[in-house]
């Protein structure tokens, strides 16, 4: 019944989409629709050639790995056979502020598949309360596991994710783990689907080079419709950016949600003090340690290092979204300052190890993360400024090119397999807009950060004089840049 109401509502959603969409259609003059017309409808898309083939290029590459390449890695590994068994698995949970029923979840499932994978297994555990443990022990006693599968606790300070990681690591490494054993890195909100440790371990046997690897993600999200929907866009998009990046073995991020290292990239020190004590040198804002990030600290790491990352895409987890704020607007700007300035500092010394190690596409897309904030605006401002000086027809033929692209974006991902929406084109639009202004506001402020869910906050100790340097410089220099990009746009158009 609720499958019914569901499809109801989703089929009621479209239908006005659409419908919204052929009004506004209707409400055009004819000469949109001429080819020969000088505002021909397409024309305005000359402003995205570089977005929709970045996209583009993103989307094919995505389905030739999930559609061609991934099925010919799974069917080489399933060959392989017990030969590709690890010598042991290490699941590595950390848990800080997660309320009782997800953390039951978490670990049960967690539990489950230290039994079910029928590999040697241990379950280490990074808490920070006496409760989280005790829950974890009902489990386990109900579970019962077999010897073979044994439990570790890592008792911590609540002084972030980077130290429960950097102390779980060092626990393993306690383990003396061989080059065989493989290491599970889980987030305290990720219920693990049953089977996803066997579907991710034979790859570390098939692909030599390959240090670390994450899989995909569904979600269920504790808030509104409109914050569901908003999740469940992201992890569709980012099935087929991993997808993509996938084919190159250069996935960008080795997500803490649910990543699997081998057990000497784990245990080696300099990998632990990368994760642990990242830091970033910065000409104007000085030396500052990174708070969040941990995944782009990996990764970083692992390029570092000289490995390549990979994507299992039919190795699933199911995460519990517990968005920050109850409004919709608050959250996803709050979700989008960690993410977007997580990305951004990682990004400019990565460009610095260069295309040798990177390759040249890789090298292009971390390129493209540092000007789409601002081609991602070039439209809307463009049709603003245009309706002014001109005719407010502009703005309505932009608006009607926004919901055709965006109806077909949102369609496209249908080959994720991730759920659409009728709420999708909006807020594929909302992202590419907001997003826009967080990542030029975040951009010129990189040393502020702060977890969503813990109070930690990065505090450096700076003078007065330079804390009122770094804020006043970080003012002047947005100032400066999003004057000059206006200005460069109201003298073109």
């Not at 603003?384 to 932009?398: G, P, R, T, W």
């Not at 965006?406 to 994720?416: D, E, P, Y």
Request: with cysteine; proline share 4%.
């Amino acid at each position: 019944m609720d499958g019914l109401v569901r499809g109801l509502r989703e089929g009621a959603g479209w239908l006005f989409y659409c419908t919204a969409l052929m009004l506004l259609a209707l409400a055009m003059p004819e000469t949109i629709f001429d080819p020969e017309s000088k505002d021909f409808l397409l024309l305005l898309g000359v402003v995205g050639i570089w977005r929709y083939s970045m996209g583009a290029i993103h989307y094919v590459r995505g389905l030739v790995f999930l559609y061609l390449v991934f099925p010919y890695y799974r069917w080489q590994a399933r060959k392989l056979g017990a030969a590709a068994d690890p010598s042991q698995v290490f699941l590595l949970v950390t848990s800080f502020r997660i309320d009782a029923l997800t953390t039951a979840q978490v670990y049960r499932s967690v539990i489950e598949e230290a039994i079910e994978c029928g590999y040697p297994a241990t379950v280490v555990c990074s808490l920070v309360e006496l409760s989280d443990e005790l829950l974890i022990k009902s489990l386990w006693s109900k579970l019962n596991p077999p010897p073979r599968v044994k439990l570790d606790f890592v008792r911590i300070a609540g002084t972030g994710k980077r130290d429960g990681l950097a102390y779980g690591f060092r626990a393993i490494s306690r383990h003396l783990p061989d080059d065989a054993a493989v290491v599970a890195v889980v987030d305290g909100d990720t219920v693990l689907s049953p089977g996803v440790v066997r579907k991710t371990m034979p790859y570390f046997k098939l692909l030599p080079r390959v240090g670390g690897l994450t899989t995909n993600e569904f979600c269920e999200v504790r808030g509104s419709y409109l914050m569901s929907e908003w999740h469940k866009l992201r992890f569709a998009q980012r099935h087929i950016n991993m997808a993509s990046m996938g084919l190159s073995k250069r996935v960008l991020t080795l997500t803490g949600r649910m990543s699997v290292f081998r057990a000497r990239v784990v245990t080696n020190p300099g990998f632990i003090a990368d994760v642990e004590s990242d830091a970033l040198d910065h000409w104007r804002l000085g030396r500052f340690k990174f708070l969040t990030g941990d995944d782009k600290s990996s990764w970083y790491s692992l390029m570092r290092l000289g490995y390549d990352t990979f994507y299992v895409p039919d190795a699933a987890i199911n995460t519990v979204e517990h968005p920050p704020e109850r409004s919709f607007f608050k959250a996803s700007r709050k979700l989008m300052f960690r993410w977007y300035g997580n990305n951004l500092r990682q990004n400019s010394r990565a460009l610095h190890l260069g295309p040798r190690r990177l390759g040249w596409f890789t090298s292009l897309v971390l390129f493209d993360q540092r000007v789409s904030m601002w081609t991602s605006l070039l439209g809307p401002l463009v049709a603003i400024i245009a309706s002014i000086k001109y005719s407010i027809v502009f703005l309505l033929i932009y608006l009607l090119w926004i919901g055709f692209t965006r109806l077909l974006l949102s369609l496209l991902l249908l080959a994720s397999g991730h759920h659409v929406g009728p709420a999708y084109p909006l807020i594929l639009y909302y992202n590419q807009v907001v997003g826009a202004m967080v990542k030029i506001y975040v951009f010129f402020r990189l040393d502020r950060q702060s977890w969503t869910r813990q109070p930690t906050k990065l505090d450096r100790g700076l003078q007065r004089f330079q804390l009122w340097f770094n804020s006043w410089s970080s003012r002047a220099m947005t100032f400066s840049a999003v004057s000059v990009f206006l200005a460069v746009l109201v003298s073109v158009v």
